[in-house]
């Protein structure tokens, strides 16, 4: 058994019970129960508050984990980080009040900044030559300015829309998080094996989220040109139509390609395209 530490409620939660699924766990993600055991592959899975996930991964009492970059290297854990999963992404970033002037971190030598993440903060400020105080706060941190707290402020930003609402403007960014698979230092045979299988069911369906399945028919003068556009997995498969001339195309194409490529197609005469979701894709 794979025991995976998982977030029970909040911001990871939702998609890292949506990948594991996607992986082929069958497991109740409803109602109160904190341990689920799962079907489909042999796993347990803990809910738990995000920022213990890694001492128990560290310890040992959980083999694998999800857990935000941020959260982790706060704790400073010893555990591998085994995959990035690229959900959740957000950064973490030092932010003042808008109408405070800035020209570069010096500035903040001898300001008061307040923070859920005071390590990796002096981590930073040590590494630039900056001598702040930092004020360690759990939540809520935004407002510290706006209330005579602090001067400044380090927390995590993803639209920015809580800055904007809070009169603070950001001016450095000092870490680029996202959810991350971690894993116990010393897993035994049995469970690393576990770990490999899951990592390559998490690849797969990484891979199925980025690709289209494209489907087309093509003039058969144009095939040429419309095989260099779609090269697929291996090469597009190419199917005869009845009518003469024509022939059906069939291949994989990258999510960020994916408009170009379809203008490309229109422009050589392709016709009733069918593009379609792919579920897994196994290389
Ligand atoms: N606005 C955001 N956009 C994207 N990701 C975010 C955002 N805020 C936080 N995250 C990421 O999601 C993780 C979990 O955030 P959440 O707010 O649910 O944590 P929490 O309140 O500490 O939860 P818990 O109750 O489990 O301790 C964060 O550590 C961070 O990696
Ligand atoms: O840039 P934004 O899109 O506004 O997101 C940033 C906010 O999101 C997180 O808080 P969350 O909403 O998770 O609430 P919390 O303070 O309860 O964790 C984070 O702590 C910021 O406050
Ligand atoms: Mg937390």
Do not use: F, P
């Given at each position: 058994m794979l025991n995976i530490a998982i977030q029970k409620?909040?911001?990871?939660s939702q998609d890292s019970i949506d990948l594991l699924k996607r992986c082929g766990l069958r497991f109740?993600?409803?109602?109160?129960?904190l341990i689920a055991q799962s079907s489909g592959f042999p796993a347990n899975i803990y809910y738990l508050r995000d920022d213990d996930i890694p001492d128990y991964v560290e310890d040992g009492i959980a083999d694998v984990g999800i857990v935000g970059l941020n959260v982790l290297l706060e704790g400073q854990n010893e555990v591998t980080i085994s995959k990035k999963l690229g959900f959740s992404r957000c950064r973490l970033s030092i932010a003042i009040p808008r109408e405070m002037d800035y020209?570069?971190?010096?500035?903040?030598?001898g300001k008061e900044i307040a923070t859920s993440y005071p390590v990796i903060l002096k981590n930073y400020l040590d590494e630039q030559n900056v001598s702040a105080r930092i004020h360690t706060i759990s939540?809520?941190?935004?407002i510290a300015p706006g209330i005579g707290l602090t001067d400044g402020i380090c927390d995590i930003v993803s639209t920015g829309s809580t800055l904007l609402s809070n009169g603070l403007k950001e001016v450095e960014n000092i870490l680029n998080s996202e959810a991350v698979m971690i894993s116990h230092n010393n897993l035994d045979a049995t469970k690393q094996d576990l770990l490999d299988k899951l990592i390559f069911r998490i690849k797969s369906v990484q891979k199925a989220i980025k690709s289209k399945y494209i489907l087309l028919n093509a003039p058969n003068d144009k095939l040429d040109k419309i095989i260099d556009l779609l090269p697929g997995m291996k090469s597009p498969s190419i199917l005869p139509l009845a009518e003469d001339g024509w022939s059906s195309v069939h291949s994989v194409v990258h999510e960020e390609d994916f408009w170009e490529v379809i203008d490309q197609l229109k422009e050589y005469g392709a016709e009733s395209l069918l593009v379609v979701p792919i579920e897994k894709m196994i290389l």
């Open positions: 409620s909040g911001r990871m109740s993600s409803s109602g109160r129960g020209q570069n971190i010096q500035d903040l030598d939540g809520s941190v935004e």
